[in-house]
């Protein structure tokens, strides 16, 4: 009772045949063999497991693999291109925005999806904007910082934040 | 977690009383019971069909009714247990008699455990007051039968 | 955690999908946005033997007014209704209300209608909406009812939609000049349900007085409520201070919370109190031109 999903997933496309039942997050992990995707909570709480689905940011322990046919998702994987580190892994790693680093790829998805929308956030719209994301090492002051030294680096320019918001 | 509440039925005490002590009122009346088995004076084995939306689940339980101080009050007390959780509830029943109508002032109390215990703490007082209301409404349609 | 299985339908259509409903009635279950549903299937308390997935059927994600109503799509998320301009402009009690459900990564992906339809009485959308005056508009065999939303809780979890009916639309009266609202939330954390919310949507007279409103009220009774009591205090009357502190009272008196981790029922209708008089506050401020 298999149903047959395509799903494109960081640029490639992957086909197979799945239980209606297996999660996106799952699929993600076990039948693609990307882990970048962590499972933490596993009730919908803890954003770890986020993914981009056609460019929205969503918890992939939410979804059945079977809804996200036919569609577009990227994982924490598709963030560096050609070995160079995205600006957003760059900001997590000079700014130490993590420190188990559980959260982190549920994170930086998040962040990339946030400064796509909002490329000049203010630490408001930061801390908004992660807000279905938990950190328990942090404190999230580092986080905040990451991404606004990801925003800075994206934009070419630091420039005051609240500008172009 | 503790319920309380009242309700007034439109008829004498006694015949009240008598709606309380059939079972096969109390079968039908009883919210997700699909079968009341008498196992002796007052006892029975309860086969449980509850849906509340999307959450289904069986259970198997014992019904029994103590304390009986007719027509006045009685105990009902209920064991089950099913795949979602387990549940031991007892409620007191106070009939007071005025004009003619019946108040049912009923006390209760509940001990649940298992996932709907840890899922749906939040969810159960509500439950558990709906489910006395469909009870009471579902004894007033008993009372029309008559 | 891993759902009992199930067979998946993704139907293009929505005659498709409400034969579907048809054929399989209480066995099958709707899918929309699925972050209500697909919890409670993983936890196994849900365990639907068919899933019919909403989200391939073109026409039901829309925001738009027209013949003096705000017509919202049913598969509307609620991420769609916090960003959208029309809400922001127009309608304060939807935009409150929106950016307050769950957090932003459920936002992306929970619908307006999949909200409804759960009749959590959590949700917020259900006080927020009878709040507001809202109708929905159920789609099954026979085409397309609307039915009030004070008709449509009939308690936890079970609302007046029949089996092989959809939620498709909702419908809110159109703002007006001398209209206003708000939504305001008491919550543990980000992201968790209300302890208490209160939603009140509002139309001033010419003279400041209330000539419509409604207050709703968010996971203090087995189902969304409305304090009707409550609006009768204000109909007609300005909204001076102690006429708001009445209705605020009366707010209290006809919410029926239950004692819970979230705390006891004395606190919790002692917040409607509260909530409801600084709601009823920052809805006439908004009505008399404030932001």
């Not at chain 3, 005659?15 to 936890?43: C, F, N």
């Not at chain 3, 703002?175 to 209160?198: C, H, M, P, T, W």
Request: contains cysteine.
């Amino acid at each position: 009772m298999g149903n047959r999903v395509k799903i494109t997933i960081n640029g490639s496309v992957h086909e197979a045949e799945v239980e209606p039942r297996l999660l996106l997050v799952h699929f993600l992990r076990e039948v693609v063999g990307l882990t970048g995707t962590h499972i933490g909570c596993d009730t919908t709480n803890c954003g770890a497991c986020t993914v981009l689905l056609d460019g929205r940011a969503v918890k992939s322990c939410t979804m059945f693999a079977v809804q996200a046919d036919g569609r577009t998702v990227m994982t924490v994987e598709g963030l560096a291109q050609n070995g160079q580190l995205h600006p957003i892994q760059e900001g997590f790693h000079q700014k130490h925005g993590l420190q188990c680093g559980f959260c982190t790829p549920g994170m930086m998805i998040t962040a990339f999806a946030l400064l796509q929308r909002v490329p000049n956030p203010t630490e408001e719209q930061i801390r908004w904007g992660i807000s279905g994301n938990l950190c328990r090492c942090t404190g999230y002051v580092n986080i905040v910082a990451a991404i606004k030294d990801a925003a800075d680096k994206m934009r070419g320019t630091p420039a005051p934040a609240g500008e172009r918001s | 977690m503790k319920v309380e509440g009242t309700y007034t039925l439109p008829a004498p005490r006694d015949k009240v009383w008598a709606l309380l002590n059939d079972p096969g009122v109390l079968a039908r009346a009883t919210p997700g019971v699909k079968k009341l088995e008498p196992q002796g004076d007052d006892m029975f084995k309860a086969t449980i069909e509850l849906g509340i939306g999307p959450v289904k689940g069986a259970y198997d339980g014992k019904v029994s009714i103590t304390d009986k101080v007719p027509p006045e009050r009685m105990t009902l007390r209920v064991e089950g247990g099913g795949k979602p959780g387990t549940i031991r509830a007892t409620g007191e029943l106070r009939l007071e008699e005025s004009e003619g109508k019946t108040v049912v002032n009923y006390t209760g109390d509940a001990q649940i455990t298992g996932l709907i215990a840890s899922v749906g703490h939040r969810l159960i007082g509500g439950v558990a007051k709906q489910m006395a209301s469909e009870f009471f409404k579902a004894l007033e349609r008993e009372l029309q039968k008559r | 955690m891993i759902p009992g299985s199930f067979e998946y339908f993704s139907p293009q259509t929505l005659p498709e999908a409400v034969t579907l409903l048809q054929r399989y009635g209480e066995d099958a279950k709707v899918l929309a946005g699925g972050h209500s549903l697909i919890p409670l299937m993983k936890l196994r308390l849900a365990a639907p033997r068919y899933l019919v997935d909403l989200s391939r059927i073109d026409g039901l994600t829309y925001i738009r007014e027209s013949e003096g109503f705000l017509r919202v799509g049913a598969l509307t998320r609620h991420g769609d209704i916090e960003t959208s301009d029309v809400i922001r402009s127009g309608y304060p009690l939807l935009a409150d209300a929106a950016r307050v459900i769950a957090d932003p990564l459920v936002r992306n992906m929970g619908t307006v209608g999949g909200s409804l339809a759960h009749a959590d009485p959590a949700g917020d959308w259900g006080a927020a909406l009878l709040a507001a005056g809202a109708h929905v508009v159920a789609t099954g065999p026979r085409g397309g009812r609307t039915i009030p939303l004070d008709e449509f809780f009939v308690g936890t979890f079970t609302t007046a939609l029949q089996p092989d009916e959809i939620l498709t639309e909702i419908g809110i009266p159109q703002s007006q000049k001398n209209s206003g609202g708000a939504y305001l939330k008491l919550e543990r954390k980000v992201g968790d349900f209300a302890i208490a919310a209160v939603g009140v949507g509002l139309l001033l007279s010419s003279t400041g007085a209330c000539e419509q409103v409604g207050i709703g009220l968010c996971n203090v009774g087995p189902t969304s409520l409305r304090a009707g009591q409550a609006e009768q205090v204000l109909r007609g009357k300005k909204p001076d201070d102690a006429t708001i502190a009445r209705a605020a009272e009366t707010a209290a008196t006809e919410s029926d919370p239950a004692d819970d981790l979230r705390g006891p029922a004395d606190y919790k209708r002692d917040m409607v109190r509260v909530l409801t008089a600084r709601a009823l506050r920052l809805a006439v401020g908004r009505a008399k031109g404030g932001a």
